[in-house]
């Protein structure tokens, strides 16, 4: 809070940012890194360690799947017995709509309250959509779905429609850096 300069009472949510591990066989932080960081700066929500699955990636899709699914196993189980006060956020990662379902339906499964669909920066609104459509059906009442990276303003009343309650995107941040 005190780096951002925002006070105490607004929420932040911590990522372990997998766009910068991205070459790397397996992410660089465990989730006892993560759990004790996010736990450390007091933050309102903290994001499972996930590994993107990209086109580039595909050879390893499965892989990167199971660390994912795993780690956001290990994050909830442990959140849960550190009694920690923070909503924790598990990590969904995919290559194509039925995984995105497939990996919300074990989390819900999991426990997970709130799901953030990551891997998705590159994808157009058409094919987020439908993401979301196979993703949909699996959701529960009172399951909150985030998009990383993805502040659509003229797909957002798509995306509420399909489940989403929260996004974030530093894209106009950034365009607001290079002008």
């Given at each position: 809070?005190?780096?951002?300069?925002?006070?105490?009472?607004?929420?932040?949510?911590?990522?372990?940012?997998?766009?910068?591990?991205?070459?790397?066989k397996?992410?660089?932080?465990?989730?006892?890194?993560?759990?004790?960081?996010?736990?450390?700066?007091?933050?309102?929500?903290?994001?499972?360690?996930?590994?993107l699955?990209?086109?580039?990636?595909?050879?390893?899709?499965?892989?990167?799947?199971?660390?994912?699914?795993?780690?956001?196993?290990?994050?909830?189980?442990?959140?849960?017995?550190?009694?920690?006060?923070?909503?924790?956020?598990?990590?969904?990662?995919?290559?194509?709509?039925?995984?995105?379902?497939?990996?919300?339906?074990?989390?819900?499964?999991m426990?997970?309250?709130?799901?953030?669909?990551?891997?998705?920066?590159?994808?157009?609104?058409?094919?987020?959509?439908?993401?979301?459509?196979?993703?949909k059906?699996?959701?529960k009442?009172?399951?909150?779905?985030?998009?990383?990276?993805?502040?659509?303003?003229?797909?957002?009343?798509?995306?509420?429609s399909?489940?989403?309650?929260?996004v974030?995107?530093?894209?106009?941040?950034?365009?607001?850096?290079?002008?």
């Open positions: 809070h005190r780096f951002l300069r925002v006070p105490r009472n607004f929420p932040i949510m911590g990522d372990c940012g997998a766009f910068d591990y991205i070459e790397e397996t992410p660089p932080y465990t989730t006892d890194d993560v759990l004790e960081y996010y736990t450390r700066l007091d933050l309102a929500a903290g994001v499972s360690v996930d590994h699955i990209v086109p580039a990636f595909y050879a390893d899709k499965q892989f990167r799947y199971d660390v994912t699914v795993q780690n956001a196993e290990d994050f909830l189980s442990e959140h849960r017995k550190r009694g920690l006060a923070w909503t924790p956020i598990g990590a969904v990662q995919g290559w194509d709509p039925e995984s995105y379902a497939r990996a919300a339906a074990a989390y819900i499964q426990g997970y309250k709130y799901l953030g669909l990551g891997g998705l920066v590159r994808c157009s609104t058409k094919e987020i959509t439908q993401i979301l459509q196979a993703v059906p699996v959701l009442p009172g399951i909150d779905v985030h998009l990383f990276g993805i502040a659509r303003p003229d797909a957002l009343p798509v995306f509420t399909l489940g989403v309650t929260s974030d995107s530093a894209s106009h941040l950034r365009r607001a850096w290079l002008v």
